[in-house]
């Protein structure tokens, strides 16, 4: 039997209540393709480039002051900023985007994030890079099932590109 393959987006017939997390997950391998002009394919990459992993422990400390340094020592084209300012922006940026990840990948909110935004309560493992002329692939694990809200999120998001999600069984 082949594995399965399913174009962008699945209708669901209805949305499950609440986060459906397990204990211990089955986990899936996914290929997910985009293809589509030059342009957008290759913003898309850049916009998709990361680590690979969601960094649940940060030391915000050494953030803060990383931040703090390079927002009084811009790159030469840049303006700089007072060291009071530089302080206030650095201690905003060290707490506005991390609010979930300080939870823990096990604590409820954590969860229903997960659950919410990519249809998961585990967070993708093993995203890379696939070689793919003329496309941009990635491969990835995904717990019991594929992350069809994140999924359908991304095809909103770039309409010009054509996605394909695979998971093999």
Do not use: K
């Amino acid at each position: 039997m082949p594995p399965a393959t399913a174009p962008l987006p699945v209708p669901l017939a209805a949305p499950l209540a609440g986060p459906q997390c397990l204990a211990h997950p089955d986990w899936l391998y996914h290929t997910l393709t985009a293809s589509g002009p030059a342009a957008a394919l290759a913003a898309f990459r850049e916009q998709a480039a990361g680590a690979g992993v969601v960094p649940w422990v940060y030391d915000y400390d050494a953030m803060e002051e990383d931040w703090f340094y390079l927002l009084l020592a811009p790159p030469a084209h840049l303006r700089g900023i007072s060291a009071h300012g530089a302080r206030l922006l650095a201690r905003q940026l060290r707490e506005a985007p991390f609010a979930i990840l300080r939870l823990g990948a096990d604590h409820p909110d954590a969860l229903a994030w997960l659950w919410e935004n990519w249809g998961t309560t585990w967070a993708l493992r093993h995203v890379s890079p696939l070689a793919m002329p003329g496309a941009f692939g990635v491969g990835f694990w995904s717990a019991d099932w594929s992350p069809w809200p994140a999924l359908r999120r991304i095809q909103a998001d770039w309409p010009s590109l054509r996605f394909h999600c695979r998971a093999h069984y």
